[in-house]
């Protein structure tokens, strides 16, 4: 995927719920690359277009279903104590 | 210029990316994302100048993204950063001695003072080696020392620089006779050409007062040591005017790199 794909894709996936300054995100990306959780390549797209295209590395992927798995544990406290409360 | 090229130019701007390479790839991958911006813009029926004007309101503050690629480029950055500065030192001071020692030979030569042959023995010229080196060195330390500091930058240099030349002084007096009063003298030239360069704009006057400032300490320290008959006296100064331009031309040297090569990579004092 390239960055704007990615941005569009986010924004299809959470039903527009995320509005974000796209420029906010290359730096992102550029930071997870140099951490190894990313690769780059650039490729000419079908109308002729360059386009920086990104994917997971398998540590990237590694790391993606570590912070899925927090993320699960955190949400599930929260909704935990969320239920407690209208209890 | 159009709008978007503003905006790429802003951001490469304030990220101080130090290698071209790094700064060609962010430009083509923020004008490639800024079309793609724009091509959306133009199918739901904005006209040209909206389509541009809705890609840059869409991408958000150039400042914010500025910042956070000059803290994913940190590392690069104070890599670049001493290397730059270490080729810069060491190609200063092979240049400095070199065009020292050539004149130094001449005048000794020409004055007919073949008698001071003793003056290109190895361990004198290791000392004046020291001098030389040490006074570019004191230059360049309080040359970025300075900018660490965002409040009584130069005092505070001159404090950090003068206590690792005694630093310096301690460990080199294992290895070298008599290096702290060389390293004392470099570092009083170094405070001099520095302080010089600050309180002077034109170069003119910062080559005049370096050098007669620089001679005239050195002609001073020369007089103390014994130096009696006039051309000894006169070699002596000589030399340290030749010294003092020299480094002028390093210190005008490191300033123009400095604001023509690196404050667009390095434009505020957070390394």
């Known amino acids: 995927m390239y960055g704007y794909e990615l941005i569009q894709e986010v924004q299809r996936l959470s039903g527009q719920a995320f509005e974000f300054n796209e420029g906010t995100l290359y730096p992102v990306l550029h930071q997870l690359e140099r951490k190894g959780f990313l690769r780059s390549e650039w490729r000419i797209a079908e109308n002729g277009r360059k386009r920086k295209y990104y994917s997971l590395t398998s540590k990237g992927r590694q790391q993606a279903e570590h912070e899925q798995e927090d993320w699960k544990h955190f949400t599930g406290a929260i909704n935990l104590i969320l239920t407690s409360a209208q209890q | ?271």
């Open chain 2, 1 to 271: 210029m159009n709008g978007i090229e503003i905006l790429i130019d802003k951001i490469l701007a304030g990220s101080r990316l130090a290698y071209g390479a790094n700064r060609r790839d962010v430009a083509a991958e923020l004008r490639s994302h800024l079309e793609d911006s724009m091509n959306e813009a133009r199918r739901a029926g904005y006209d040209d100048e909206e389509a541009e004007r809705f890609a840059v309101a869409h991408f958000g503050s150039p400042e914010l993204v500025s910042r956070d690629f000059a803290r994913v480029y940190r590392l690069e950055r104070v890599r670049f950063y001493i290397v730059a500065f270490g080729l810069l030192i060491f190609a200063s001071i092979v240049a400095v001695a070199g065009f020292t020692y050539l004149v130094q030979r001449m005048l000794v030569t020409n004055f007919g003072l073949q008698h001071r042959l003793w003056c290109f023995s190895a361990k004198h010229l290791a000392s004046e080696l020291l001098l030389v080196a040490g006074i570019i060195i004191g230059y360049f330390g309080l040359f970025f020392t300075k900018r660490l500091f965002s409040r009584g930058p130069m005092p505070k240099a001159f404090v950090v620089v003068g206590i690792m030349f005694l630093l310096a002084a301690g460990l080199l007096q294992f290895w070298i006779e008599d290096c702290e009063p060389i390293l004392a003298e470099a570092y009083i030239c170094a405070v001099f050409i520095s302080v010089i360069e600050m309180r002077f704009g034109h170069w003119i006057a910062k080559f005049l007062l370096i050098a007669a400032a620089l001679t005239a300490f050195g002609t001073l320290l020369g007089a103390l040591d014994h130096l009696t008959s006039a051309p000894e006296i006169m070699v002596t100064a000589l030399i340290w005017t030749t010294i003092a331009v020299s480094c002028c031309g390093v210190a005008l040297f490191t300033s123009h790199f400095d604001r023509r090569v690196l404050s667009r990579r390095f434009a505020d004092s957070s390394v």
